[in-house]
């Protein structure tokens, strides 16, 4: 079964808005990663926050992490075109090392 | 460096023929991954090897089989394909072994069908 799920499955916005993301996960976690998909493409890491981390940014990316809810945030800021794509939070367990087991994702819209 | 680079890009098989995915990395990755990828679905682990020489079951193992040939070489096999295995098959790599989990890095995929 899926350890993350995402919210929401969908989401289309204007260029320049911002764009949040969630990911739900049902286990205690070592990390959590985000990964983005271009369409047709293999998957490219994007930011990886840890159980002891709250928040972490890059660039125009904020991801947050509450591990007593068990879930995490992806902000993208001022999104743009290219931005456009699907994003999967991927978490890694506490046991079973070197596996990461992903959510469905969420397929994101930039419209210009 | 071409990163994680995997043969061939697209397949048609038909139910019970068998083949061989091929997945290789040049950046000295300890570790190695196969994932299977549905439509509308995440990825999903089917076997993965920690280090060259070790191989294990991940989340959906059934129907294939794996050999981690050297350290930068990784295939997956198909013995008898069957249309439920109709995906796209993604080939990861990460670093550092030792238990510590690092990003993956993914090649481009393969696009099966099986009729």
């Known amino acids: 079964s899926q350890q993350g799920e995402e919210d929401p499955q969908a989401l289309s916005i204007q260029e320049g808005e911002n764009a949040t993301m969630n990911c739900s996960y049902k286990?205690?976690?070592?990390?959590l990663q985000w990964y983005r998909q271009n369409s047709g493409r293999g998957l490219v890491h994007l930011i990886l926050i840890r159980s002891n981390e709250r928040e972490k940014h890059s660039g125009r990316l904020r991801v947050t992490l509450d591990t007593s809810k068990k879930s995490s945030s992806l902000l993208i800021t001022a999104s743009r075109a290219a931005d456009t794509a699907s994003y999967f939070c991927?978490?890694?367990?506490?046991?079973?090392?070197?596996?990461?087991?992903f959510g469905q994702g969420t397929r994101l819209t930039i419209n210009p | 460096n071409a990163g994680v680079t995997q043969t061939p890009k697209f397949q048609v098989l038909k139910t019970g023929q068998s083949m061989t995915l091929q997945c290789a990395q040049d950046?000295?990755?300890?570790?190695m991954y196969w994932y299977r990828q549905d439509p509308g679905m995440g990825l999903r682990l089917i076997y993965y090897?920690?280090?060259?020489?070790?191989?294990d079951k991940g989340e959906v193992p059934n129907g294939y089989n794996v050999s981690r040939l050297n350290k930068r070489e990784f295939s997956l096999r198909l013995e008898s394909a069957a249309p439920s295995q109709t995906s796209v098959y993604f080939c990861?790599?990460?670093?550092?072994?030792?238990?510590?989990?690092?990003?993956?890095?993914f090649g481009p995929g393969t696009r099966l069908t099986v009729l």
């Open positions: 991927a978490t890694a367990l506490l046991q079973g090392a070197q596996k990461l087991v």
């Open positions: 090897s920690a280090s060259e020489g070790t191989t």
């Open positions: 286990t205690s976690i070592n990390n």
């Open positions: 950046m000295n990755h300890n570790s």
């Open positions: 990861a790599s990460s670093g550092p072994a030792g238990g510590r989990l690092d990003t993956q890095y």
